[in-house]
């Protein structure tokens, strides 16, 4: 039995996870950013005064192996009403965590009511504000506001921090140390995979974990943020946040179709592809991308950007097994 830890949020971790929960053999562990305030998550935290819910949510739904109509009621968002924009998955965690006083608490149950295969873990019990500090001076505090800000791309980031000290929950801790296998990512560099890496203890407990790194790169780069970066700008970038090299990365092989690509210019505009140009011998290179065209679902009254270019869930945990395996 491999312990397996994935480090992220969002699509991205969904995405891992759904097809890891498939991989025989395996103890899965899902650890998971807190930085998100945007969309419905961020209108709960404001009026009741919880723990961000959104990419929690999407990992129980991710790991549940219950009934497709349970998944698909986590994921309902409602269309009218007072409610407009929220799913029920966000109300339901919120209200176990203010049933039980404890978001950690209420995620352990909604586990078992979802029969999970594996473990959803925050990354933090704290109040985590994220900011980041550009070249030219100015700050920006709060993970949907940083999503959003094109003055990331013109003036770049110089640091990423929370506003007040987060630190790693034991949970998270215990998991990481038990890792056999860590998976960095996919998904949104700046808000999903960094937010957790800056959590105070992450990267001294990253540092003493024997498990090796598995680094899927991203497909595309988000315009705002990484334009222009390549396969060898991601490696250097998570380096430095590790303090320690990952040992596998996983790069993907197939071109989208001019469909796909002309669907995700609409939504980010030109140039986002992520160039390989990574000559290195931890560089796995096999086909992960997803030929679903997949369509634009924006919330009524909470908008959500959704990407066009994807990883394939099955794709990707073919491939993690087989380094598994070996």
Same mark, same amino acid.
């Given at each position: 039995?491999?312990?397996?830890? =994935?480090? %992220?949020?969002?699509?991205? /971790?969904?995405?891992?996870?759904?097809?890891? $929960?498939?991989? &025989?053999?395996?103890?899965? +562990?899902?650890?998971?950013?807190?930085?998100?305030?945007?969309?419905?998550?961020?209108?709960?935290?404001?009026?009741?005064?919880?723990?961000?819910?959104?990419?929690?949510?999407?990992?129980?739904?991710?790991?549940?192996e219950h009934s497709d109509?349970?998944?698909?009621?986590?994921?309902?968002?409602?269309?009218?009403?007072?409610?407009?924009?929220?799913?029920?998955?966000?109300?339901?965690?919120?209200?176990?965590?203010?049933?039980?006083?404890?978001? =950690?608490? %209420?995620?352990?149950?909604? /586990?078992?009511?979802?029969?999970?295969?594996? $473990?959803?873990? &925050?990354?933090?019990?704290? +109040?985590?504000?994220l900011c980041v500090l550009?070249?030219?001076?100015?700050?920006?505090?709060?993970?949907?506001?940083?999503?959003?800000?094109?003055?990331?791309?013109?003036?770049?980031?110089?640091?990423?921090?929370?506003?007040?000290?987060?630190?790693?929950?034991?949970?998270?801790?215990?998991?990481?140390?038990?890792?056999?296998?860590?998976?960095?990512?996919?998904?949104?560099?700046?808000?999903?995979?960094?937010?957790?890496?800056?959590?105070?203890?992450?990267? %001294?407990?990253?540092?003493r974990s024997k498990a090796?790194?598995?680094?899927?790169?991203?497909?595309?780069?988000?315009?705002?943020?990484?334009?222009?970066?390549?396969?060898?700008?991601?490696?250097?970038?998570?380096?430095?946040?590790?303090?320690?090299?990952?040992?596998?990365?996983?790069?993907?092989?197939?071109?989208?179709?001019?469909?796909?690509?002309?669907?995700?210019?609409?939504?980010?505009?030109?140039?986002?592809?992520?160039?390989?140009?990574?000559?290195?011998?931890?560089?796995?290179?096999?086909?992960?991308?997803?030929?679903?065209?997949?369509?634009?679902?924006?919330?009524?009254?909470?908008?959500?950007?959704?990407?066009?270019?994807?990883?394939?869930?099955?794709?990707?945990?073919?491939?993690?097994?087989?380094?598994?395996?070996?």
């Amino acid at each position: 039995m491999k312990n397996i830890v =994935t480090v %992220g949020g969002g699509t991205g /971790s969904y995405t891992v996870l759904s097809g890891l $929960k498939h991989v &025989p053999d395996v103890s899965l +562990s899902a650890v998971v950013s807190m930085a998100d305030d945007g969309g419905s998550t961020g209108v709960l935290m404001d009026e009741l005064g919880v723990l961000p819910t959104g990419d929690v949510r999407q990992c129980l739904v991710a790991l549940s192996e219950h009934s497709d109509i349970l998944r698909e009621l986590m994921n309902y968002r409602f269309h009218n009403g007072t409610l407009k924009g929220h799913s029920f998955g966000n109300i339901f965690l919120a209200a176990l965590e203010k049933v039980t006083g404890d978001f =950690t608490k %209420g995620v352990e149950i909604a /586990s078992e009511i979802l029969k999970t295969s594996g $473990k959803v873990i &925050p990354i933090t019990h704290d +109040s985590a504000k994220l900011c980041v500090l550009l070249s030219n001076g100015k700050l920006i505090e709060g993970e949907d506001k940083i999503q959003n800000d094109i003055a990331i791309r013109t003036y770049g980031l110089k640091k990423i921090f929370y506003k007040k000290k987060v630190s790693l929950s034991k949970h998270a801790k215990k998991a990481l140390l038990d890792a056999d296998l860590i998976i960095l990512g996919p998904g949104n560099y700046y808000c999903s995979i960094l937010p957790n890496l800056v959590v105070s203890g992450f990267k %001294g407990t990253i540092k003493r974990s024997k498990a090796k790194i598995i680094f899927p790169v991203n497909l595309t780069n988000k315009l705002e943020h990484t334009a222009n970066w390549k396969v060898s700008d991601y490696v250097k970038d998570i380096e430095q946040y590790l303090g320690r090299p990952v040992d596998v990365i996983l790069v993907n092989s197939r071109r989208p179709t001019a469909l796909q690509v002309k669907s995700y210019e609409l939504e980010e505009g030109k140039g986002v592809m992520v160039f390989d140009d990574f000559d290195d011998s931890r560089v796995i290179r096999t086909s992960l991308l997803s030929t679903t065209l997949l369509k634009n679902q924006h919330a009524n009254a909470i908008k959500a950007a959704r990407g066009f270019i994807r990883h394939d869930s099955v794709k990707l945990a073919k491939c993690i097994g087989k380094i598994i395996s070996k």
